[in-house]
């Protein structure tokens, strides 16, 4: 059973400093993994899509890397700004026939980037 | 295209009450997805469709719990009769292509009191 984890669960920074979110999985037979960003009250808003094939998707300041065999993926944020606070959610999907549909969430990293 | 819209953004019903959440897919796509979300336990998928068909709905939590999907553009979730624990975000999302990613509506605020 797939199991999604994020180290740390909350991260508080100063303006303009680079950082790293990390999101582990359990089981590697993923069809692609996606990051989202949800500001507070808000709805989920897709940041980087990366297919199983791939090893990273890049979006201005945003990258993100996936090394499946080791059931990892890493968001970099370059030059934060107060404008990224928000939580960062890592999603998995299944790479199986039962479960290609079925997206396995992490509780999120709550980022605060401090001007 | 306008992105997954949900109706209404905020719902506060007393206890009892029929609360019917509703949902417009991005046109084109031909999967629906219904989620709820809270402080404990995050995001949970309740029920997704295919081309209007739930294919699994395995996390409806209890028989108070309904969805329907009428036709490709439309999708409601309701609750009767309606608990204070049913209180949470509720999400819909939709996709499309196989290689795509999902795409999420802004989510119904619901408070049972």
């Known amino acids: 059973k797939q199991e999604v984890t994020q180290i740390p669960a909350a991260l508080s920074v100063p303006e303009g400093e680079n950082l790293v979110l990390n999101c582990s999985f359990t089981?590697?037979?993923?069809?692609?993994l996606q990051w989202f960003r949800q500001d507070p009250g808000k709805g989920l808003t897709s940041l980087l899509l990366i297919q199983s094939s791939q090893r990273e998707q890049t979006s201005g300041r945003l990258n993100a890397s996936l090394d499946k065999s080791s059931g990892r993926s890493t968001l970099y944020i370059a030059a934060s700004q107060p404008g990224d606070s928000a939580t960062y959610l890592c999603v998995t999907r299944g790479g199986n026939a039962g479960n290609n549909r079925k997206l396995i969430w992490g509780l999120g990293t709550s980022l605060a980037v401090n001007p | 295209d306008a992105g997954v819209i949900q109706s209404p953004r905020h719902e506060v019903t007393e206890m009892g009450q029929e609360v019917t959440l509703r949902c417009k897919p991005i046109s084109g796509h031909d999967y629906l997805f219904w989620y709820r979300q809270t402080m404990m336990r995050g995001l949970e998928l309740l029920i997704y469709?295919?081309?209007?068909?739930?294919?699994?709905d395995s996390g409806m939590p209890e028989d108070r719990f309904s969805a329907k999907m009428p036709n490709a553009s439309f999708s409601t979730l309701k609750i009767q009769p309606s608990e204070p624990r049913d209180s949470a975000v509720y999400f819909c999302a939709s996709s499309g292509l196989d290689s795509s990613g999902y795409t999420f509506g802004s989510g119904t605020r619901l408070t049972v009191v």
């Open positions: 089981d590697s037979a993923i069809y692609n």
């Open positions: 469709f295919n081309n209007n068909v739930p294919i699994d």
